[in-house]
């Protein structure tokens, strides 16, 4: 926990103060805790060959499964220099996390991205508001790694 | 009495709830059988709840007995979720039978097989390719094979930069 803390802190964005919209009844009702609003910094992933481990999941190397596994509806993540994955479950308003071509294209790039991000059983889930900005893809790691998993 | 005697073995082998998942030998993994209810993970996090749990749109996941929620990843077909094995259960209970993957960084389900709770047969999770095939004919590799798939890598190419050109095998 503290290692995220300390990973999110430099990115950690202002969360949105409760808003009282009208008069309490008997009593303030319970206030629902300020959502927690992060700067993420990273590599977007496939979710399962990042964590299986059975190819190698990064960079150039991996672009053409990651686009498969993220068009076979396999989560797509952020990865960041600490090796924390955020699993991206809306983007910009787009609740389409399934068999996205947005997210396919997303592959592989650097990104920095805004968003509220809610933890929950080992999972780190990110609801990402804005792309603030998109590197591309600049990790080359084709001449060590080939084309995962096939070669071609 | 024999009869008797392997009527009731069946019938006990059925309500059993373990039935053991492959094990891929991957860092982590354990073999469960997570039974609960399955849900969209967004409106489960966040109470934003369209119709169906979306239809096909979101991610999913299995709510278990402690209230645990378990992330689906991953399904039976090469390179593809299970979400529309999850999807016909949306808001039931289930079983279901894979592997747990507790990483230090992130803990997934990677779903083999599911039924009903309590019901008599488990069914591969591998509904993605019977979906897939029906819109796009047969394949023997999906992912080379899929419209929006040769779209992206036709124009990108396969390493994700335009004009990289692979190295020699």
Not at chain 2, 77 to 94: E, M, Q, T
Request: proline share 6%; glycine share 10%; aromatic share 6%.
């Amino acid at each position: 926990m503290q290692h995220l803390l300390a990973t999110l802190s430099l990115g950690l964005l202002i969360g949105l103060a409760p808003v009282s919209t009208g008069q309490a009844q008997s009593g303030p009702a319970p206030a629902a805790p300020p959502p927690q609003m992060v700067k993420v910094s990273g590599e977007i992933v496939d979710t399962w060959c990042n964590v299986s481990g059975l190819m190698f999941g990064l960079g150039t190397a991996h672009y053409q499964c990651a686009v498969w596994c993220t068009l076979g509806g396999i989560p797509v993540a952020i990865r960041d220099k600490d090796g924390n994955l955020f699993l991206i479950l809306k983007i910009e308003n787009d609740d389409l996390a399934v068999n996205s071509p947005r997210l396919a294209r997303f592959q592989a790039h650097e990104v920095t991205v805004e968003g509220e991000l809610l933890e929950r059983d080992g999972v780190k889930y990110l609801l990402v508001t804005q792309v603030a900005d998109d590197k591309g893809v600049i990790n080359m790691t084709h001449a060590e790694h080939g084309i995962q998993p096939f070669g071609q | 009495m024999r009869i008797v005697g392997l009527s009731l073995l069946l019938l006990v082998a059925a309500l059993l709830p373990a039935r053991a998942a492959d094990p891929w030998g991957i860092a982590g993994e354990k073999e469960q059988v997570v039974i609960g209810q399955v849900v969209d993970v967004l409106c489960h996090l966040k109470k934003d709840c369209p119709a169906n749990c979306g239809g096909g749109r979101r991610q999913l996941g299995i709510v278990d007995a402690e209230g645990r929620l378990r992330m689906v990843a991953k399904g039976q077909v090469d390179f593809a979720n299970a979400v529309p094995d999850l999807l016909a259960y949306c808001g039931k209970r289930i079983e279901a039978d894979g592997l747990l993957i507790e990483n230090p960084v992130i803990t997934l389900f990677f779903l083999q097989r599911i039924r009903h709770e309590g019901s008599a047969d488990f069914q591969p999770a591998e509904r993605f390719i019977q979906e897939w095939t029906a819109r796009n004919g047969a394949s023997s590799e999906w992912f080379r094979d899929d419209p929006e798939t040769k779209a992206i890598i036709g124009e990108v190419g396969p390493l994700g930069i335009k004009g990289l050109v692979p190295p020699p095998q």
